[in-house]
């Protein structure tokens, strides 16, 4: 971050899961604590996040016509929890793919912007003739772009804020 | 219409029954099927505040009650989801990518916001209310406040236990209005 508040919104990091958990990108700025995702601290980033979209479908306030206790987090498909000093937005797919943009606490709602960095995700994996399948890790070369685009992205974004 | 008698009035003078918010005009006499909006009814949330919940420092929900009139939770249910949050509290703060992080304090989802607060002896208070509802935070502050003065200098209150202190709850109910009527909900 550089200078006071019209600089930059500062991002902390930005992972990609598939259903089963595994971590299909990550990308941490400088400044986190825990760059690299170990297989433990993964574990329990994935369970809580499983967790915690279960707890949205059971306090929804309104019948879930779905039935499955899981509709309303998937009806819009993004939340966001926020810390004192941090939050994470959250973005699931039907298809199991979880984004997770973790940023400063400070931020509003950037619903947009992760749709953006899906629709990136969606470009190097899905839409790639050369990928092994959307579920799978992204190739080297990709991750790079990704990684790029996922800068660009949050550069935009906080452009647009400030 | 007697809805009663359905079963024993001949057809032709059964009462006509229309959907509640259907024209009228339009299911007589219209050829064409419309579906009425049914997704648009269940999609509803009540404005203002749903529910507080009050869970003691290990994990256990001692109070959870609603205002609003939103779907009832099984009690068993309510203890889960409790533990539930008191654990998702405590890993959100383990996984933070800065050191100093005391736990979530906003939950935004579409259909409703999530607040909580926790005190420093571990006692977690949390609000549940329509999104962008105001006042969340200083509601959280006078239910600690009346918790503090109607449950723990309450001398036949069992420390950790469920709270039935009838002072607690109408004072609660009566922050909980206050918080409604002040933005006009």
Not at chain 1, 2 to 25: D, E, I, P
Not at chain 1, 130 to 152: H, I, M, R
Not at chain 2, 104 to 125: A, P, Y
Request: aromatic share 10%; proline share 6%.
């Amino acid at each position: 971050r550089v200078g006071g508040r019209s600089a930059l919104m500062k991002a902390y990091t930005f992972r990609v899961f598939n259903k089963t958990g595994v971590c299909l990108f990550n990308h941490a700025w400088p400044g986190t604590a825990h760059t690299s995702l170990d297989d433990d601290t993964r574990k329990m980033l994935f369970g809580s996040l499983f967790s915690l979209k279960q707890f949205i479908g059971k306090m929804t306030p309104f019948l879930d016509q779905s039935g499955d206790g899981t509709g309303a987090a998937t009806l819009g498909g993004y939340y966001s929890f926020r810390t004192n000093n941090y939050k994470t937005h959250v973005h699931s797919t039907p298809t199991g793919l979880l984004f997770l943009l973790t940023t400063e606490p400070g931020v509003g709602n950037l619903q947009d912007v992760i749709r953006k960095l899906q629709l990136s995700f969606v470009d190097v994996t899905a839409k790639n003739p050369a990928a092994g399948g959307p579920d799978e890790l992204p190739s080297e070369v990709s991750c790079a772009a990704l990684t790029k685009s996922v800068a660009a992205a949050i550069e935009a974004a906080s452009a647009e804020t400030r | 219409p007697c809805f009663g008698l359905l079963g024993t009035t001949p057809l032709s003078v059964r009462p006509r029954v229309t959907a509640p918010d259907f024209p009228a005009g339009r299911l007589r006499g219209s050829s064409t099927r419309v579906c009425p909006r049914w997704h648009d009814m269940s999609t509803a949330v009540p404005p203002g505040v749903h529910s507080i919940w009050v869970i003691n420092k290990s994990g256990g929900l001692v109070y959870q009650k609603s205002y609003a009139d939103v779907p009832a939770i099984d009690t068993n249910e309510t203890l889960r989801l409790a533990s539930i949050w008191h654990s998702l509290h405590a890993i959100s703060a383990q996984l933070s990518p800065v050191e100093g992080c005391l736990g979530i304090e906003l939950l935004e989802t579409q259909n409703f916001d999530l607040r909580c607060v926790q005190t420093v002896t571990g006692t977690k208070f949390f609000v549940t209310a329509s999104p962008k509802t105001p006042g969340l935070a200083n509601l959280l502050h006078a239910v600690y406040d009346l918790y503090c003065d109607y449950v723990m200098k309450n001398p036949f209150y069992e420390l950790e236990m469920p709270i039935r202190c009838e002072l607690f709850e109408q004072n609660v109910q009566y922050a909980v209005r206050a918080t409604n009527n002040a933005f006009g909900y």
